[in-house]
């Protein structure tokens, strides 16, 4: 990398941090099976699990929380998110929740995934709240992905706009803490933390449980 390209990066890096920037990003794993039946059969149990957001949760080494709410902020257990619904993240050895909203469900023959933004907390569980509750400001998304290629089934991460939520009203009294999460403790596990999904969502990594 030349000297120029380091400057460049670095800068970029401040402005990051100061939200200023945002980030893109994807995580992939993906798993190839010898025959077109055994494909198919496989990418709708990877679908299963996929939409099973609670269970993620139970996916081993993979320690955050994740726990779906509808709209008017009740727990459910719905076996597919829906819009509107939120979904409260617990990061590890934190009692820090972070909420996203469901903005969009998406179902094809060969493809299937949902998209989330960072969030206000459902009004039922915090009235008058104004901060978005989360490290990343609302512009941020995650798409959660999965598709039949042929015979590969490929799962994905798809983070877009990632950029810190420290200004503004939007990051309430989270401002510090949420600079610290983001480019903290998240940037160091979130390869990390991806891999290991999109891995169990290509039945290379042992989680909850789905069948078919």
Do not use: C
């Not at 920037?21 to 496989?42: I, L, M, S, V, W």
């Amino acid at each position: 990398m030349g000297l120029k390209k380091i400057v460049d990066e670095i800068k970029k890096e401040v402005k990051v941090l100061k939200g200023e920037e945002t980030k893109d990003k994807t995580y992939t794993n993906e798993t190839k099976y010898p025959d077109a039946t055994t494909a198919r059969k496989q990418f709708e149990l990877a679908k299963q699990k996929l939409f099973a957001v609670n269970d993620w949760s139970n996916i081993s080494g993979f320690e955050s929380t994740f726990t779906l709410y509808d709209p008017e902020g009740n727990k459910v257990s719905r076996t597919k998110p829906q819009i509107g619904d939120y979904i409260e993240i617990v990061l590890p050895a934190t009692s820090i929740d972070n909420w996203v909203q469901v903005t969009d469900v998406h179902e094809e023959e060969n493809m299937a995934d949902f998209v989330v933004h960072p969030s206000k907390m459902p009004a039922k569980l915090a009235e008058n709240q104004q901060e978005v509750k989360h490290f990343f400001s609302k512009e941020a998304s995650s798409t959660f992905r999965v598709e039949l290629q042929g015979t590969t089934l490929i799962a994905s991460e798809l983070g877009r706009n990632e950029g810190i939520n420290n200004q503004g009203e939007e990051a309430g009294d989270r401002a510090i803490l949420n600079t610290l999460v983001a480019e903290g403790g998240w940037a160091q596990m979130q390869q990390i933390h991806w891999d290991i999904l999109t891995r169990y969502l290509v039945h290379q990594h042992e989680g909850a449980r789905t069948s078919l």
